[in-house]
């Protein structure tokens, strides 16, 4: 509980500062949007590439988020140098009915930061999540952020794993 109530006086600072954050329980500047109309740290959404892609789906008979776990490699090495270019999420609700997709910093993480991203998608429906890097480097000590429909506890939910 302490974490949450630090997340909640942090959002009321951040509040209180006239950030335009659009959420109150997320830390810093992610945004939920479309494609053409969305932006993040004053980039737009489709003028970023897709880091990962999300569907809710019927997997062997259960509701589940897919695919069941994701990899965001963000290291400057290899194929990388993405610079400070923001994640681009892509998640769809493939079913017939609203389901959740809430990212989160994995329980195991400490400290005042705290990310909480909850959006609700109509059936069919397509959103995009756009994160900026400085977000990630707060939240993520343990480099795991977990994934799940927060409409219903049963729908099987997945991992992300940050590579730096
Ligand atoms: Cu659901």
């Known amino acids: ?49 897709v880091d990962l892609e999300f569907t809710a789906m019927e997997v062997g008979g259960k509701k589940a988020w897919y695919p069941p776990t994701g990899v965001l490699p963000l290291s400057r090495e290899g194929t990388g140098a993405r610079g400070g270019r923001p994640v681009l999420l892509k998640v769809t609700n493939s079913l017939d009915k609203e389901h959740g997709f809430n990212l989160s910093a994995a329980s195991s993480q400490s400290g005042p930061w705290s990310m909480d991203i909850k959006l609700v998608l109509k059936p069919g429906e397509t959103k995009y999540i756009g994160i900026p890097i400085s977000d990630l480097t707060y939240v993520t000590s343990s480099n795991v952020l977990n994934y799940k429909c927060h409409l219903h506890a049963a729908h099987l939910g997945g991992q992300l794993l940050i590579l730096r």
């Open 1 to 49: 509980m302490h974490r949450v109530l630090l997340s909640v006086l942090l959002s009321a600072v951040l509040v209180g500062a006239g950030s335009s954050a659009v959420f109150a329980l997320q830390a810093g500047g992610v945004e939920i949007g479309d494609l053409e109309t969305g932006s993040v740290v004053g980039q737009a959404f489709n003028a970023l590439d």
